[in-house]
């Protein structure tokens, strides 16, 4: 049974940091693309970095660039997003999807599993 499972989330202060961890199961994270994306209240869930099975080649959305790092840990199934020098606009629940095909993309509607997400919120 394929499963994502994210942990990590929770408030911090403006200009701290979280990692956020998607645990994988059912198969292994370096055979499909990882997808990390948020939903803030009212708005459409966007995509903030995703991770490619083919080359390990990485992307990440303007508003991230230079803060979010993504990584993936084979031998713990693992993949994680380092968030830095977090920002109120931040805050959002943020999901960990997969995509079968191995190209990561930035479109949600090309993943196929997901997780339930964890809450990150970014508040003094």
Aim: hydrophobic content about 30%; overall charge positive; proline content about 4%.
């Amino acid at each position: 049974q394929v499963q994502l499972v994210e942990s990590g989330g929770g408030l911090v202060q403006p200009g701290g940091s979280l990692r956020l961890s998607c645990a994988a199961s059912g198969f292994t994270p370096n055979a499909v693309a990882i997808g990390w994306f948020r939903q803030a209240p009212g708005k459409e869930r966007e995509g903030v970095s995703c991770i490619s099975s083919r080359d390990g080649s990485t992307d990440y959305a303007d508003s991230v660039k230079g803060r979010f790092t993504i990584s993936r840990d084979n031998a713990k199934n693992t993949v994680y997003l380092q968030m830095n020098s977090l920002k109120p606009e931040d805050t959002a629940v943020y999901y960990c999807a997969a995509r079968a095909s191995g190209a990561g993309s930035s479109n949600p509607q090309r993943y196929d599993y997901w997780g339930q997400g964890t809450q990150v919120t970014v508040s003094s």
